[in-house]
């Protein structure tokens, strides 16, 4: 077949430049486009957490070897460079309104354990971005910085990707790898069918000099319940700034019209948690808004692959980002060998995404991570995070906390059914509530971008 490249990328951030490094290591000629023009600037805000060193994420068990600078990915066989910086930690501790704590992982005895203890460890995404970019150099991806792609459209057997100031690319096969927001995806009519939850607003500050009650953890205050509720989040940051330890401090909202940076001040100055940042300074401000839709069930069209989470429900975290990526493009380097420019060939990649995307991952879980503060009260989270005794298992992955609380909360079900019997009926409703019920006020709050231009 004839065409300008084997592959087209859009988007390099993790994904995109996992599936062009991939691609071009297997001797396909892979153009490569991102929109911003310094591709390792970190624009939106991110926890740079690397969720899966002390548990299995998507079937998956990371393992950064330090001495060698690679983070390594040996379930799906393949490892990137990342020699920069880290921080360990060693539980994630999700406090209630009024200083309840549920903990996942003994801060004291994990931190005695040194490496073997931690919950997991912050990386540097800029200088990860930054080794991708000059691998994908090294192995001759076509670069092309500062392209704002608008459309792909069928181009006889291949595909036509289309920028913003009238470039053409053309291709075999491409894949958008262009984030959560996905353009491509949008353009090409995909959003039309999926349900729609919440857009989500999170700012926050890059600070120093914070007063924690344990200074490697990871912080979930639940500053308020409510529909919507207001949730902050501290975690550490691999950097440091003029030798000071860093942490992002950041506020979620799910609440377009809220008023974003007074709710962080309410966190940071007036709630229960104000102590904790008595003395703290700003370094430097960050944010970011998203929508959070149903994923795609077929990330395929018109021999556009889409990856990471450009076809997710919100976050695929960095490291499904990059497996995502890394299998789109072997499957592409098979379906080229094959000649099979269509949906036959790429037909590995939809049962990986079948596999590891909509059940490893299953968004309905995820979304339960919002239920609580919805359906409970303020006293009431107090009253069962205090309830709770017991420290839960040191993991770290969004998609197995709410099993975890699930079976936390079963074992204190005849305390909360002689104090609190029309609690336990609200939390009867966790398990079997469709997430549409629950989430209507912030779905009506959210930006439904329904239509295609
Ligand atoms: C608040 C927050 C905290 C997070 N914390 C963590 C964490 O602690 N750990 C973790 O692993 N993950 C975290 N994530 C998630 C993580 O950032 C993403 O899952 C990951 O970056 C997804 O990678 P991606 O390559 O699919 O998309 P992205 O990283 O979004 O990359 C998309 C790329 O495409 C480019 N692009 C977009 N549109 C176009 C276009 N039209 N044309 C050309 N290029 C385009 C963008 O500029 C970008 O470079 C967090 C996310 C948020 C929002």
């Known amino acids: 077949m004839k065409s300008g490249y084997d592959l087209i990328v859009i988007g390099a951030g993790p994904a995109g430049l996992t599936a062009a490094k991939a691609a071009a290591e297997s001797g396909l000629k892979v153009a490569l486009l991102e929109r911003k023009d310094t591709v390792h600037e970190i624009l939106r805000m991110c926890g ?6 002390s548990g299995n994420y998507m079937g998956e068990r990371v393992i950064h070897n330090e001495e060698k600078g690679l983070l390594c990915f040996p379930h799906c066989g393949f490892s990137l460079k990342y020699d ?55 192995l001759g991806v076509n670069f ?65 000099n914070l007063n924690l009650p344990h200074p490697h953890a990871l912080y979930q205050p639940l ?59 700003k370094v430097r401000k960050c944010g970011c808004t998203g929508n959070m839709y149903a994923p795609l069930f077929h990330p395929f069209k018109d021999n556009v692959l889409f990856v990471g989470d450009a076809g997710w429900c919100q976050e695929a975290e960095m490291t499904g980002a990059v497996m995502s990526g890394w299998k789109a493009a ?24 079948k596999t590891y995307y909509l059940e490893k991952l299953d968004y309905n879980v995820f979304l339960k991570n919002l239920y609580m503060p919805i359906l409970c009260s303020d006293s009431e989270i107090d009253y069962l995070f205090a309830t709770i005794q017991e420290t839960l298992p040191t993991v770290l992955d969004p998609y197995e906390v709410p099993t975890h609380m699930g079976r936390a909360m079963a074992k204190i079900i005849p305390t909360i059914k002689k104090g609190k019997p029309a609690l336990l009926k609200k939390i009867e409703k966790f398990a079997s509530f469709p997430p549409h ?5 912030t779905i009506r709050a ?8």
Request: aromatic share 14%.
């Open 48 to 53: 740079m957490m690397l969720v899966t060193l």
């Open 84 to 138: 920069g910086p880290t921080k360990d930690f060693f539980s994630w501790e999700i406090y209630s309104p009024s200083g309840e704590k549920i903990v996942f992982g003994d801060y004291t005895s994990n931190l005695q354990k040194g490496k073997a203890g931690r919950a997991s460890a912050v990386y540097n995404k800029s200088w990860f971005l930054r080794g991708l970019v000059e691998e994908c150099k090294h």
């Open 144 to 208: 092309f910085a500062g392209e704002n792609v608008i459309r792909a459209t069928k181009d006889g057997e291949g595909v036509e990707v289309l920028t913003s100031d009238g470039k053409h690319f053309k291709g075999v096969f491409a894949i958008a790898a262009d984030g959560r927001q996905s353009r491509v995806a949008r353009s090409m009519g995909l959003n039309k069918n999926r349900s729609f939850y919440a857009s989500i607003t999170s700012i926050g500050y890059e600070m120093t």
């Open 223 to 281: 500053v308020k319940s409510g529909d919507p509720p207001m949730m902050g989040f501290i975690l550490p940051r691999a950097c440091d700034y003029q030798g000071e330890d860093v942490w992002l401090v950041m506020t979620s909202n799910v609440d377009m019209r809220a008023d974003h940076e007074a709710i962080f001040e309410e966190f940071t100055q007036r709630s229960r948690f104000a102590d904790w940042f008595k003395g703290a300074r």
């Open 330 to 353: 072997n499957t592409v380097v098979h379906a080229l060998k094959e000649k099979k420019y269509n949906e036959e060939g790429i037909q590995p990649y939809l049962e990986w995404w």
């Open 437 to 441: 019920v629950v989430l209507r006020n």
């Open 446 to 453: 959210g930006f439904h971008c329904n239509f295609t231009i």
